[in-house]
């Protein structure tokens, strides 16, 4: 009996973990499907960066390095970006956010945000670079600005749902066994 | 000598503490940044592994994209209802019109067969199309692209033209079995043997990532209206002859560009010009 009752705690939180990974896929599937309303993806905000930002801050196991290299690398695929480029910056955004989350988690959510909206702009930069690099050939830049400016300001929007997610998983520090 | 040997194992074991968070992450960059090079290097080695992968994904693609089809659809439809009588005026005008040119049209297309006959010149075949709908872009500013749900299984491949609405979007790049990479002529990439008609002057459009592609190759002294059509010329064999692309413009600094006649923007569905039909072979078939 009391071998059934743990095994259904496994399971549920199991179950809790998954919820972020499927918002994930969610944004993933936003950033990648083509909506109606933009311009042929040309103002589409970065969905999946601001999963990789926040949970890095709050939960970093929960998005290893590894994991952000894979999505990064299906939506270069699925975008017919270069592969590499999406991978990279999801890795890098992860890897330092991770590295000053202390900082991050005892600030007001204005620095978050404003933090956010620096890394936002950094990786339209880096994709704008590299693209650049392949073809020898750098584009305008505006349409990476504005891009990088509609991805700070849906920011807000976006952390609402990664909250709601948030409060559904397991206390980090308890066992899972 | 013994504090010095126990601070260098203390550096040590700091060094190797921070490599242990870190190695991870580290690995991961230098593995991107190695895909990249490779990609960039060599893109096409990596073409056979992206569509087998964006076959895979399709159905999610299309079964993600399928709400906000329906509801761009429903809004058209709700946002209609308003103006469906002043349409319905305006269509009933244009309809007469229409009847008008539609005899004339007749009379012009019969006198075309028998000048065609009496010539004996050789016309070239006809083309056919595929229909697909649009599931996803490259959502970003950088890669004009877009993902249509029509492949090799359907006919569709690369190199073969793309219309959309009233003109010509772009060239399908990469075909899998049930999908393809159209690259859209605004792509830096994109590279269109255009005809400007009422001059006959031939040049290259040239995609450059935005929403006005320039024109190369084009005699410095040349004047042209804007408003003028531009077509394809065929040249080249990748695009058919005579498919509109847009009409002359100027841009802010008075260069001459092309105004798309496709609303690229907020395309969802395509039309892709299958491999010609040979109207010669048609007709022994039968």
């Known amino acids: ?177 | 000598m013994k504090l010095s040997s126990r601070s260098k194992s203390k550096a040590r074991i700091i060094s190797l503490q921070w490599w242990g968070a870190r190695a991870a992450p580290f690995i991961f960059v230098l593995l991107a940044v190695l895909i990249f090079m490779f990609s960039a290097a060599a893109p096409t080695t990596l073409e056979g592994v992206r569509m087998r992968t964006t076959d895979m994904f399709s159905p999610v693609l299309a079964a993600v994209n399928k709400p906000f089809y329906q509801a761009s659809e429903y809004v058209r439809a709700v946002s209609g209802i308003a103006e469906l009588q002043a349409e319905n005026i305006r269509l009933k005008q244009e309809n007469t019109r229409l009847r008008e040119w539609h005899q004339t049209a007749l009379t012009l297309q019969a006198e075309n067969e028998n000048l065609q006959k009496l010539l004996n010149i050789k016309l070239p075949p006809q083309h056919s199309y595929i229909t697909a709908r649009v599931v996803a872009d490259s959502g970003n500013a950088f890669a004009k692209s877009l993902l249509v749900t029509a492949g090799s299984d359907d006919g569709i491949e690369a190199g073969q033209a793309v219309l959309a609405g009233d003109g010509l979007v772009g060239r399908v790049i990469e075909s899998g079995h049930r999908t393809a990479r159209v690259l859209l002529l605004y792509d830096i990439n994109s590279r269109i043997p255009v005809l400007i008609q009422g001059t006959n002057q031939r040049a290259i459009m040239a995609g450059n990532n935005d929403s006005l592609p320039t024109l190369l190759h084009l005699p410095p002294e040349i004047e042209i209206k804007p408003g003028t059509r531009v077509i394809t010329s065929g040249h080249g064999g990748l695009y058919p002859y005579g498919l509109p692309v847009g009409e002359i413009a100027r841009d802010d600094h008075g260069a001459l560009v092309v105004k798309p006649f496709a609303m690229t923007d907020r395309v969802q569905m395509v039309r892709v010009i299958k491999t010609a039909d040979d109207v010669n072979l048609r007709h022994k078939t039968q």
């Open chain 1, 1 to 177: 009996m009391i071998e059934q009752d743990f095994s259904f705690r496994k399971f549920e939180e199991k179950a809790r973990l998954l919820v972020p990974h499927l918002l994930l896929l969610v944004l993933l599937g936003l950033n990648i499907t083509a909506l109606p309303f933009f311009t042929a993806g040309a103002m589409k905000p970065q969905m999946v960066l601001m999963a990789v930002y926040y949970w890095a801050i709050y939960r970093p196991t929960l998005l290893p390095p590894a994991f952000c290299f894979a999505i990064g690398l299906l939506m270069d695929v699925l975008t017919g970006m270069t592969p590499g480029i999406n991978a990279l910056i999801l890795v890098l955004t992860q890897w330092g956010i991770r590295e000053q989350r202390r900082f991050l988690m005892g600030q007001p959510y204005s620095t978050i945000w404003l933090v956010f909206g620096i890394v936002a702009l950094a990786s339209m930069l880096v994709q704008w670079a590299l693209y650049g690099l392949v073809h020898m050939h750098w584009g305008p830049v505006m349409p990476a600005l504005t891009g990088a400016l509609v991805t700070m300001f849906l920011f807000p929007f976006v952390t609402l749902l990664l909250v709601m997610t948030h409060r559904i998983l397991p206390v980090a520090s308890r066992p899972f066994t």
